[in-house]
């Protein structure tokens, strides 16, 4: 069965600092990967998808990047924390080629400080 | 732009009464809906989804109704139980998207005893 995973589980940054989050997924191969925000109170906004390696899009103009150095790990990377990037951020996964129901991570909870 | 949207924040429900949390879309492109279950600090829950093709599907105690005409689905929960207690996300994704997923905004459900 597939499982996916996120860590850390809670980040506190102090503005200006660096960032990095990672997902993995076991269970499965090439799968496209999803990267989302929920802000406190909001629905979830997709920030980035991947449908494969070094294949990442962008959804919204920000302050983050991210990365997808291996088939099954996707990374979320900021040079500079903003205080509006504080969130829940979680990964999610689906079988590539169709329409497919995503399965989510567990997330991280990050606050900037 | 919301294209999914979900315009009752919360709904309280007494326990084994009938649950319907509805949401509305305005791109007529989307062919596939979700509906997530979330508690809070965890990743959200695949409950149930339909096909464009469809106008209902049911899976135990849930069921999701989609009439594309009005652009509306609702999720049905019956008998509504003290664990169904959440945040209710619908989605909904549009073909050729890879997959993408649009998130309304959440309801959050209060089965009382």
């Known amino acids: 069965s597939q499982t996916i995973h996120q860590w850390p589980a809670t980040l506190v940054q102090p503005v200006g600092s660096p960032l990095s989050l990672e997902c993995t997924v076991e269970?499965?191969?090439?799968?496209?990967l999803y990267w989302y925000r929920q802000a406190a109170g909001r629905g979830l906004q997709l920030l980035f998808y991947?449908?494969?390696?070094?294949?990442i899009s962008s959804e919204v103009p920000q302050n983050l990047s991210a990365s997808r150095p291996q088939d099954r790990q996707f990374i979320l990377s900021s040079k500079k924390l903003l205080l509006s990037d504080s969130g829940f951020y979680l990964c999610?996964?689906?079988?590539?080629?169709?329409?497919?129901?995503?399965?989510f991570g567990p997330g991280t909870r990050l606050l900037v400080l | 732009d919301q294209q999914v949207k979900q315009n009752s924040p919360s709904l309280s429900v007494q326990e084994g009464r009938i649950s319907i949390l509805n949401c509305d879309y305005t791109?007529?492109?989307?062919?596939?809906f979700l509906w997530y279950k979330k508690y809070p600090a965890e990743g959200p829950t695949f409950l149930i989804s339909?096909?464009?093709?469809?106008d209902k599907n049911e899976d135990g105690r849930f069921t999701v109704f989609l009439n594309k005409s009005a652009k509306h689905l609702s999720l049905h929960i019956v008998p509504s139980q003290p664990g169904d207690s959440a945040v209710y996300f619908c989605?909904?994704?549009?073909?050729?998207?890879?997959?993408?997923?649009?998130f309304g905004a959440g309801t959050q459900v209060v089965v009382t005893p």
């Open positions: 269970g499965t191969s090439n799968p496209n």
């Open positions: 339909i096909s464009s093709i469809k």
């Open positions: 989605a909904a994704s549009e073909g050729g998207s890879w997959g993408k997923l649009q």
């Open positions: 991947s449908i494969g390696i070094d294949q």
């Open positions: 999610a996964w689906n079988l590539a080629g169709g329409v497919e129901t995503q399965y």
């Open positions: 791109n007529s492109m989307f062919d596939y």
